[in-house]
């Protein structure tokens, strides 16, 4: 149905088109007249006209200032004139005002016809396009909450190599263009004699059809990713343009959270009976969220508050204000890594920092370093870069240190430890992605011959797709798909040996099901189709 005004002071014209209209299109069309300026502008805004056939000269405000009018509440309708007045500045701002055809009495019926069945072709097409859109929204309202689930769980939780790669992953799929961020850890409950909150299960199994209400609220008071109820917490991590939060920022982060928590308490006090409380982390870069979250969740768990933030925890230990904390985390997190090259250079600039500033506290700067590398191996034995570990391990630790003669000695000892370690962990991740490749490599030698995807061996290998392309061709110098492809086509070479195979039997054996594809693809890879090859067999 489309809704179709016309509007001309002539009752004479107005009959014509009606006749027109109707004895061409029927029902399809549903009609309203206006003889004046004033009265278009009336009907449009409760007619909402998909289609207007407008006169320019009628009484009062003329049809070029009715357009305008109109086109200020509805910016949708097909404006089609029709006017005695051949002039150059009405055709002119007709044109501005996206007039789909001007026309001058007398009008044949045919053009009429004709012009009214283009506009309805325009309007069926920008009704399709709005259904496609809300069909793709529904569909991006299923599927976001399980990438955002998604990106929680791997970049707060995996804490393994594949974070790095999911992170730009997922960054794309959202659309995330922050470098940084900060984590809120949501948990709810009922109040225990302690302040804290405590959860039935019958609580958390009816919080789960609760979600996506709550997932609403969360995004009403911060612009954030939201992961999935754990037990009777749910993390949200918040992208920001800044790399600290300044304390007015604190403050207002602080009070969105105390007004998000007061109102889901409000919605869900007759669904789930519970209170609400909120953590929140520091702000670090994306790839760091993990230490974000480990500060929200000793927010929640050292304070009764209704909203607590880790910054202002008392029992929270802070650092002497010229200590370099930053450049010792990247030193941690360098040897984490195990990038030996960044783990030194950070180390000597922590070693020059404490001769620096403490050159005659020898002893200090000895157990500075002690304790270093004790952290470091202590790290690098709980991410699996040292294999075993004995009680002894150190016996000689300390006497090697006071040892050392000198800082050039002590230093040359340091780093010496730390290399040891990040070699290890190098190693140990060499190791890893030779054993995952290797894996990889041999589940598609087994089954090349079918339908075989990059999701399948990811999943077969138990890291993410995206990791896994990028893993895949580091080690073996060519992505997955022209691995594939060269494992197909050196089979295929093999089978045109047997000429009982028939071209499509090969194609088949070869994981192709489209033979026309099989030889496209043959023919790019060998410079000849496959009944070329077997010919000059």
């Known amino acids: 149905m489309y809704r179709v005004l016309l509007a001309d002071d002539e009752g004479i014209m107005l009959e014509s088109l009606k006749t027109i209209i109707t004895s061409n299109f029927g029902n399809e069309c549903e009609l309203a007249f206006a003889k004046t300026g004033r009265a278009v502008v009336e009907l449009a805004e409760s007619f909402r ?67 009214l069945g283009r506009a309805m072709k325009l309007i069926d097409s920008e009704r399709q396009k709005r259904s496609d859109n809300l069909k793709i929204q529904e569909k991006l309202e299923t599927v976001i909450p399980i ?21 730009a992953y997922y960054r794309t799929l959202l659309d995330i263009h922050e470098e940084y961020g900060f984590v809120m850890l949501i948990q709810f409950g009922l109040r225990g004699d302690n302040g804290s909150l405590t959860t039935p299960v019958s609580m958390s199994v009816s919080a789960q059809s609760a979600y996506p209400e709550f997932r609403e609220v969360c995004k009403e008071f911060f612009s954030c990713i939201v992961g999935p109820i754990m037990t009777n917490r749910i993390v949200l991590a918040v992208p920001c343009a800044d790399e600290e939060q300044e304390y007015m920022a604190r403050i207002q982060i602080i009070e969105r959270a105390r007004n998000m928590t007061r109102k889901l308490g409000r919605i869900f006090s007759g669904k789930l009976e519970a209170r609400f409380r909120a953590g929140i982390g520091r702000t670090y870069r994306m790839e760091e969220l993990k230490l974000s979250y480990e500060e929200a969740y000793r927010a929640l768990s050292q304070s009764t508050s209704s909203v607590a933030h ?189 000429p009982n195979l028939s071209i499509k039997e090969i194609c088949i054996m070869s994981g192709y099901s489209d033979p026309s594809y099989f030889s496209r693809i043959f023919k790019k890879q060998e410079d000849v189709t496959p009944s070329e090859y077997r010919e000059q067999l």
């Open 310 to 498: 880790v910054d202002d925890l008392t029992v929270r230990g802070q650092y002497e204000e010229d200590y370099p904390g930053e450049l010792e985390r990247q030193l941690f997190a360098a040897v984490s890594k195990g990038d030996w090259p960044t783990a030194k250079q950070r180390a000597n600039e922590f070693f020059d920092w404490m001769v620096r500033n403490y050159y005659d506290d020898t002893a200090d700067i000895q157990l500075k370093v002690l304790e270093f590398v004790i952290l470091a191996e202590r790290d690098a034995f709980f991410n699996g870069g040292i294999g075993t570990y004995g009680f002894n391990y150190r016996s000689d630790y300390m006497r090697s240190v006071l040892a050392c003669t000198g800082y050039t000695a002590l230093r040359e000892w340091f780093l010496g430890k730390l290399e040891m370690v990040c070699r290890k962990v190098a190693t140990k991740r060499e190791e890893q992605s030779e054993t995952v490749i290797s894996r990889a490599r041999a589940y598609i030698d087994e089954n090349f011959s079918r339908e075989l995807t990059l999701d399948e061996v990811s999943r077969y290998v138990n890291i993410s797709p995206y990791y896994f392309s990028k893993l895949f061709k580091d080690e073996a110098g060519e992505n997955f798909i022209e691995y594939l492809t060269r494992m197909r086509i050196a089979r295929a070479k093999e089978l045109l040996k047997n």
């Open 147 to 167: 990438v955002e689930n998604g990106f929680v769980n791997s970049m707060i939780f995996q804490g393994n190599d594949g974070a790095a790669g999911d992170l």
């Open 49 to 115: 006209p998909d289609i207007a056939f407008m006169d320019i000269q009628m009484p009062g405000i003329n049809g070029i200032q009715a357009m305008k009018e109109i086109r200020k509440f509805n910016s949708l309708t097909k404006f089609i004139v029709i006017t005695a007045y051949d002039k150059f500045d009405y055709a002119k701002e007709a044109i501005n005002l996206g007039v789909l055809e001007y026309l001058t009495k007398p009008v044949r019926r045919q053009v009429v016809v004709d012009v």
